[in-house]
Each structure stands twice: as structure tokens, then as C-alpha cells.
């Protein structure tokens, strides 16, 4: 007759922790989509993450589009795409046809709940070069045209790279969506720090570029 052995299997604190996890995973509430108001690209998310759980969201995209999402306010907040990438606070990747999950949580589990916002934007490239990541206005709270000074783009290396980078906001961790040249005029409308919110072109398209390439136009 064959004897059976009692087996005793110690978990350490990171398996339980990963069973424990996972376990909130599978018995999340059902997840919310993700809506674009008509005629936009992008879409700001707001919720609370859970000190012990997940928030689930769809994401429904079309073919050969680019998603972009991002946690823009949230301490210790990270979103995980099924299938695509986990813990992240930053992520684009290229769309397929289908509907994508993103669930929300907090990177180290705390004893409170954390509030969060994410940008997310879908879209094709064109479309989403233009959207900038910290938006400003060019018109004063009072619905009255903002102050805006004209300068002109000056002093590139013509040796160089020869154009002055334009960003989705005021850094160099930000997309770059656009440059400008030497001689080119733009309006000035905004500033954090040593970089500026721009409008040029003839078609009025925005961006920041740092101050330094800048002359100030008088008048």
C-alpha cells in the first residue's frame, strides 16, 4: 500500500502578496469605458484607486491608430494594458481593431485610497501631434483676448540641427510635435519658467518651445 506524504508548502510575503493581488484582479467590479465627446481625440479620466483593488477601464480603439495615456495627477498610481504592459504612469503604443482593458491601481499598496487623473488620446499621428500635454488659453478668464507678445525665432546653430524643437509642454520630457526655424514669427501667449507657449503658423497651431531661441519683438 502506498503511503501518502504530507506536503507543506511555505509562501514567502511576495507570493502572497502576488495571489493576493491577483485575486482582486479576478473579482474587480465590471469596467467602465472610456468615452470621446464628438469630434475629440483625447480624454481626461478621473478616479479613486482603491488601497487594496483595481479600477477597470475599456479603451476601444480602430486599426493602425496611436493610443497615448498617461497619469497626469496621482501619487503612486500606475495603469497595467492586458496583454500589452504593466505599471506604467506613461505609455503610447500603436492600436489594433479591438477593445483594450486598462486597470488603475496604486504601484505600492497603502491603507488609503488615491485619487488620480489620466490623460488618454487616440488618434492618428497627425491628429495627435497637435494635442499638447498642458494645454494653455489665449483668451483671459474673462472670455477677452490674453496678452500675447510677437517674437521671432533667432539665433540656431544654422551648423546644427538648424530648427527650434517644439514640445506638447513646457520641458524636454515632453513630445516633441513640431519646429520652427530662424526668422520665423511667433506669438507668445504663456510661460513656466524658461519655456513659452507659442501660436504660429497659418493655420494657428500651439506649442512651447524654450525661451532662449527667442527675440522679443517691441511694439
Known amino acids: 500500500m502506498s503511503r501518502m ?6 509562501f514567502t510575503g511576495l507570493a502572497l502578496a502576488f495571489i493576493f493581488i491577483s485575486k482582486f484582479s479576478e473579482a474587480q467590479e465590471p469596467c467602465i469605458p472610456i468615452n470621446f465627446t464628438s469630434g475629440e481625440s483625447s480624454a481626461i479620466v478621473k478616479g479613486i484607486a482603491p488601497a487594496e483593488s483595481i479600477i477597470c477601464y475599456t479603451l476601444k480603439t480602430g486599426a493602425n491608430q496611436t493610443a497615448s495615456i498617461e497619469v497626469t495627477d496621482g501619487i503612486n498610481i500606475v495603469f497595467s494594458i492586458r496583454g500589452i504592459v504593466d505599471a506604467q504612469d506613461r505609455y503610447s503604443f500603436r492600436t489594433e481593431a479591438t477593445t483594450y482593458e486598462l486597470r488603475v491601481s ?5 491603507v488609503k485610497d488615491e485619487p488620480f487623473v489620466l490623460a488618454v488620446r487616440v488618434g492618428s499621428d497627425s491628429a495627435l501631434a497637435q494635442v499638447l500635454d498642458v494645454p494653455f488659453a489665449e483668451t483671459g478668464g474673462d472670455g477677452q483676448a490674453a496678452w500675447c507678445g510677437s517674437s521671432i525665432v533667432s ?4 551648423n546644427g540641427n538648424g530648427f527650434l524643437a517644439v514640445r506638447s509642454g513646457p520641458g524636454t520630457e515632453y513630445r516633441k510635435i513640431d519646429q520652427v526655424y530662424n526668422g520665423d514669427t511667433v506669438s507668445t501667449c504663456d510661460a513656466r519658467g524658461s519655456w513659452v507657449a507659442i501660436v504660429y503658423g497659418p493655420s494657428k497651431k500651439k506649442g512651447w518651445v524654450h525661451s532662449r531661441w527667442l527675440k522679443h519683438v517691441a511694439g
Open 106 to 110: 496604486q504601484l505600492m499598496r497603502s
Open 155 to 158: 539665433g540656431l546653430d544654422p
Open 5 to 10: 506524504i504530507p506536503i507543506t508548502v511555505k
